[in-house]
Nanobody, 115 residues
Framework: QVQLVESGGGSVQPGGSLRLSCAAS????????MGWFRQAPGKERELVAT????????NYADSVKGRFTISRDNAKNTVYLQMNRLEPEDTAVYYC????????WGKGTLVTVSL
């Protein structure tokens, strides 16, 4: 059983930056592919970015390419999402996901981008 805890959310003005973290425990972190997803009010959950177990391959939603960067530190059992040039449309609850056969989700962290 893997437990995922997100942190780093908050309120920021457009153009600002935030760094989200997702700390994993209870499993062998390095074997899991990891992803960040988000869900805005009234919308379905959508993929933001993913990274393979080794960190060698990343994938991004078109809406965040060039602004967000996903990375992982297997020694710290943590995956990160660096978010730059934030826009009001990035406002959402951000969820961390671990998957490789089994799938685990964190409870989310809220990001609000507004003036």
């Amino acid at each position: 059983q893997v437990q995922l805890v997100e942190s780093g959310g908050g309120s920021v003005q457009p153009g600002g930056s935030l760094r989200l973290s997702c700390a994993a425990s209870g499993g062998i972190f390095r074997i899991y592919n990891m992803g960040w997803f988000r869900q805005a009010p009234g919308k379905e959950r959508e993929l933001v970015a993913t990274v393979t177990w080794s960190g060698g391959i990343t994938n991004y939603a078109d809406s965040v390419k060039g602004r967000f960067t996903i990375s992982r530190d297997n020694a710290k059992n943590t995956v990160y999402l660096q978010m730059n040039r934030l826009e009001p449309e990035d406002t959402a609850v951000y969820y961390c996901k671990a998957y490789t056969g089994m799938v685990y989700w964190g409870k989310g962290t809220l990001v609000t981008v507004s003036l």
